[in-house]
T-cell receptor, first 118, second 112 residues
Framework: EAGVAQSPRYKIIEKRQSVAFWCNPI?????LYWYQQILGQGPKLLIQ????????DSQLPKDRFSAERLKGVDSTLKIQPAKLEDSAVYLC????????????????FGPGTRLTVL | QKEVEQNSGPLSVPEGAIASLNCTYS??????FFWYRQYSGKSPELIMS????GDKEDGRFTAQLNKASQYVSLLIRDSQPSDSATYLC????????????FGQGTRLTINP
């Protein structure tokens, strides 16, 4: 079974530029997540999709970040304009629930995109 | 108070010994608990999940959960140099529903 795919793996941009990341989840996984991981910290959820609908985007800086999952499969995360503090690894994860309890679902991560903002 | 707290380490353990990693959480409604291993420059890899009080064993790994004390631990028996990594504790459920809330991770070094 193929894992979560992400691209690009690395990106270097200057502040105020825009950037986009792509994610393709594990086949059949309805739930897709974007996390931001700053060096030395645990990942922090930015947005969660269930199929093509947003479940939680409470920690997404909506003035500069946007995400979509139009057909309920792959997803893109965009930053426009980027700030220095956006330098981080952006992780995509997907999951499929085990049984009826939604919180019993194991999330599997892609390789991540390392973003450096200069 | 952080929602999930871990000692950031580094934790240094000799090869062959038992490594013990600890985690506490603040949301009493949390239902699911996970341990992820993250090698430097890599993404988190799920190694254990636990949902009910007690112990869960998988090979050299044992996860322990005590919901009354809001405490989760991971034991690694017969530690190997390849176990050297950052271990992330995460919870799900409660206020966060399906959202994983991570601790900052504990950096573990196994010394040959």
């Amino acid at each position: 079974e193929a894992g979560v795919a992400q691209s690009p793996r690395y990106k270097i941009i200057e502040k105020r530029q825009s950037v986009a990341f792509w994610c393709n989840p594990i086949s059949g996984h309805a739930t897709l997540y974007w996390y931001q991981q700053i060096l030395g910290q645990g990942p922090k959820l930015l947005i969660q999709f269930q199929n093509n609908g947003v479940v939680d985007d409470s920690q997404l800086p909506k003035d500069r970040f946007s995400a979509e999952r139009l057909k309920g499969v792959d997803s893109t995360l965009k930053i426009q304009p980027a700030k220095l503090e956006d330098s981080a690894v952006y992780l995509c994860a997907s999951s499929s629930p085990k049984g009826q309890i939604l919180s019993y679902n194991e999330q599997f991560f892609g390789p991540g995109t390392r973003l450096t903002v200069l | 108070q952080k929602e999930v707290e871990q000692n950031s380490g580094p934790l240094s353990v000799p090869e062959g010994a038992i490594a013990s990693l600890n985690c506490t959480y603040s949301d009493r409604g949390s239902q699911s608990f996970f341990w992820y291993r993250q090698y430097s420059g890599k993404s988190p890899e799920l190694i254990m999940s636990i949902y009910s009080n007690g112990d869960k064993e998988d090979g050299r790994f044992t996860a322990q959960l005590n919901k009354a004390s809001q405490y989760v631990s991971l034991l690694i028996r017969d530690s190997q140099p390849s176990d050297s990594a950052t271990y992330l504790c995460a919870t799900m459920g409660g206020r966060g529903a399906q959202k994983l809330v991570f601790g900052q991770g504990t950096r573990l070094t196994i010394n040959p």
